[in-house]
């Protein structure tokens, strides 16, 4: 489960500084910021605190400035655990009328500056909406942004291009946010688990059961669809999604109501996916009548979590190997005396939890670095075991400070989160190069996955219980299970 209640309390390996983002991420010095540096605090050339207001005067340009993109990223993330977006939509309005209250001398001179300091408003305002279109889903932030284009169309009346640029941001919001509460509204069938009786009490021939090997031989073959439906399924995960763990985890320890805050349910589906797949795993090994045929389909997903490995698609093979390291299969000891465990061995070793998984952070690493450097979509492909790259942005906001003794804002540990959040949604963006097969997928998705009860009793039924405990464990579930029927 993604839910950070449960998450074991290990310090990320991830340093604060520097970030991958690029030297500008750390909030250089610019020149041209003059006395706006004033109430923030900079170290070895990098924005390391602030006070809110004197943060929210580094956002928003001026004739001679404009911020850099990766520190307006980082703002507007972490500005949301400090102010609502709409508070913030009017100090930015505020300081936009005092600066073109400045500019307003009637000079031709003051005229042109008035027009460069409008368009630079509006690319801003267009850099907000676009990556972070949520801030502006309630009636208060959207009327804020009308009073702010208003304001900025006076500056520059006679030129027509200033008011198309502004419906044209306002008409991509809108579609934005349409499409997205689409998906909010068109909330996916959770599979839900399924005790199937006639399967595990041996009433239905073993020919007539469908299963994955029936549908999908090819280990490789079955690695590139779950790659495409993780890839699909991060598609529908936004920054603002990822910082509702720390905005939520403040309102929760300052027992706020924070009714404003969505829903993460795009987060939840994502997890769900996470936990049917490795059921889904469990089910398939243990529905298998024979061991000979369980053997290898047991084979096949160890063949198919390497796949996964080698595309860089860590939470498929994660949640494959969990599936197999659940009770009901890792009892199966006759099955697994059969099983060639050595790629099994490599692959546990890969995700190794000693020293905060150090070995897999090695190889998302590796693949992180492939990546960046890579030519082709294939070699692109990162996706992070999803439990615990929020587990990382969990602790990294419980062992950092939102404030310093100062009462200033800690910037510098919102740079890190926001270059972790950063690259998974450059990761996420990657389209799959894989051809898609409707089939496969279809199965992945709706084929029956037993309860943790049903898995037990079908394990009990391929290899008898070894013990007091477990003979009875069987019985009490076999009993249970039948009454139901």
Known sequence: MYMVQTMRETMPQTPIFP????????????????ERCAD??????????????????????TVDYYPDRTYIFTFLLSSRVFIHPSELLAKVGQICVRQKQQLETGTEAEKAKLKSFAAKIIQLLKEWTETFPYDFQDEKARKELK???????????????????ISQMTQNLHLTLSTRNQYQEIREKIRQPVPDKGTILKNKPQSAQKDILSVCSDPLILAQQLTHIELERLGNIYAEDLMQIVSHMDSLENHKCRSDITKTYNLEAYDNWFNCLSMLVATEICKVVKKKQRTR?????????????????????????SGMNLSPVARLKKTWSKVKTAKFDVLEHHMDPSSNFCNYRTALQGAAQRSQSANSSREKIVIPIFNLFIKDIFFLHKIHSNRLPNEQINFKKYWEISRQIHDFLTW???????????????????????TEEALYLASFENEGPENHMEKDSWKTLRTTLLNRA
């Open 147 to 165: 009073e702010i284009a208003h304001r900025i169309t006076q500056c520059d009346e006679e030129n027509g291009t200033v008011k198309k640029n």
């Open 297 to 321: 389909v047991v084979e096949f997903f160890i063949d198919v979590a390497r796949e996964c490995f080698n595309i860089g698609n860590f939470n498929s093979m994660m949640a494959i190997i």
């Open 428 to 450: 996420k963006e990657v389209e799959c190069p894989f051809e898609k097969d409707k089939k496969i997928q279809t199965y992945l998705l709706t084929a029956p996955i037993y």
């Open 40 to 61: 923030l605090v900079y170290q070895d050339g990098s924005l390391v605190s602030g006070s809110l207001e004197a943060l929210i005067e580094r956002l928003v340009p």
């Open 19 to 34: 970030s991958m983002l690029g030297s500008s991420c750390s909030g250089q010095v610019q020149p041209d910021m003059g």
